[in-house]
């Protein structure tokens, strides 16, 4: 039967019909005959394993194959002929569609006995030049975590840390102060379940309570008893207060204003460190790996412009098109943050984006080659780690959140893109020229917030 499906094969005519610059069309032609040893061909595999009524297992003569099943086999074998013819033609032409070849049937009447005419078109990727990446040079900022740097951090983390302590007798509570209250709330004068509670510790401005109880104990003194008014929003939780105007009869009992916590060994237990010094290390370990990835970004940059000065060749239309509506779509959505669906009107790609999307195609193009080249690999693992960073984004959904990954292959490529494309970039770092150099802290910001501008 292998010989058959061969023969197939290379009786089927593909003649080309378009060739301009990276487009390419051909006529294939299936002929009747073809398709009929293709049928008898799929018949006779199934043929040993059909029983029919009147004959044993595998005796039914062809004919009566063929009348029953043929039609029903008909499909398929026009299918895989054409699949056959296809693969084929990318075999022995060496061409790489940018995207998935538009096939139709030309012969829109066709009916069984017919040949069959289908037209094939695409844009062929286009062939990437070799590109010497010895002789690229490249800097690296370079930044060590001073004392100055570690102090700053460790200060923030001791205001993440705060305590709070009484204010002077008779003060005003100050947004960004806690109130320790008690309270009890009622709805047209009976109080509710979960409405009362005695020496509540509330801050202020942390938007923690029903939205306006906060803003109206801004000013209470302790000691003072005030009813704060407020209505349940219509889709509160609890369907007997939604909409519901309440009232909270409170008596303020303290007013403290927040203070940062002391900078030493306590502070470090509380961060589980062993002790200050443990504490500073690690921060000077945290901001150096930051400072590392900032000026991996620079150098990155850096390596794609450089890359894009040195190569030049012929894009896929499409994928240039294709890219540049995705850029302008996601420019509209970052100016339009309050729209958050796509039900908005078409979006023009404009100069400025067609000529981003070039840059992004172009560079995508070269990174995939040479990752292929260089035999460069997203290993499963990596993966693994990549889905579950995601997933911590959905707390107490990540098993969820890892299944529809697992289920949803454009999810996977979404997320193996930028995997590979790092890859690719430090497999380019071992062969560069790369040279360190000392700056500061804000010397490397200033690198950073430049990518942001261009």
């Not at 062929?124 to 690296?140: H, W």
């Amino acid at each position: 039967m292998r010989g058959l499906s061969a023969y197939v094969r290379k009786k089927m005519q593909v003649t080309e019909t378009l060739n301009e610059g990276l487009k390419r069309g051909y006529a294939i032609t299936v002929t009747a005959a073809e398709l009929d040893a293709k049928v008898n061909e799929k018949l006779a595999e199934a043929a040993p394993d059909i029983e029919m009524k009147g004959f044993r297992k595998g005796k039914v003569p062809m004919a009566l194959l063929k009348k029953q099943f043929g039609p029903r086999v008909l499909g398929e074998a026009m299918q895989e002929s054409i699949d056959g013819a296809m693969n084929d033609h990318f075999e022995s032409s060496g061409d790489r569609p940018a995207l998935q070849p538009e096939v139709k049937m030309t012969n829109e009447d066709w009916k069984e006995g017919d040949d069959v005419n289908v037209e094939m078109t695409y844009e062929a990727l286009p062939e990437i030049p070799e590109v010497d990446l010895k002789s690229i040079s490249l800097e690296r900022l370079a930044v060590k975590a001073d004392d100055a740097a570690v102090e700053e951090a460790l200060n923030n983390l001791a205001e993440t840390a705060q305590d709070f302590k009484d204010r002077r007798k008779g003060s005003k509570a100050k947004d960004g102060d806690q109130v320790v209250i008690n309270f009890v709330g009622k709805v047209d004068g009976e109080a509710f379940d979960g409405g009362s509670a005695e020496d509540y510790p509330l801050v202020l401005g942390s938007n923690s309570f029903i939205p306006g109880f906060e803003d109206q104990l801004v000013g209470a003194k302790a000691g003072e008893e005030k009813d704060v008014t407020v209505t349940f929003p219509e889709d509160y939780q609890a369907e007997n207060l939604a909409g519901k105007e309440a009232v909270f009869a409170c008596t303020i009992t303290a007013v403290k204003e927040p203070k940062a916590a002391e900078v030493n060994d306590d502070l470090a237990a509380k961060f589980g460190a062993e002790d200050l010094n443990a504490l500073k290390a690690q921060i000077t370990e945290r901001l150096e790996a930051e400072y590392t990835g900032a000026a991996r970004a620079v150098t990155k940059r850096a390596l794609l412009d450089k890359l894009d000065d040195l190569v030049s060749f012929d894009l896929p239309p499409s994928l240039v098109e294709a890219e540049a509506k995705q850029i302008a779509h996601q420019l509209w959505h970052d100016e339009n943050p309050d729209v958050h669906d796509h039900d908005h009107g078409e979006i023009e790609a404009t100069e400025e984006h067609n000529k981003l999307a070039e840059r992004r195609v172009r560079l995508g193009l070269l990174l995939a080659e040479l990752g292929q080249r260089a035999e460069v690999e997203v290993t499963d693992a990596e993966m693994t780690q990549a889905i579950m960073t995601q997933a911590r984004q959905y707390p107490g959904q990540e098993r969820q959140f890892f299944e529809f990954i697992q289920q949803n292959a454009q999810m996977q490529q979404q997320l193996r893109a930028p995997l590979f494309e790092d890859k690719v970039v430090d497999y380019i770092f071992e062969l560069a020229n790369i040279s360190d150099r000392e700056v500061s802290k804000d010397d490397l910001q200033a690198a950073v917030e430049a990518l942001d501008e261009e």
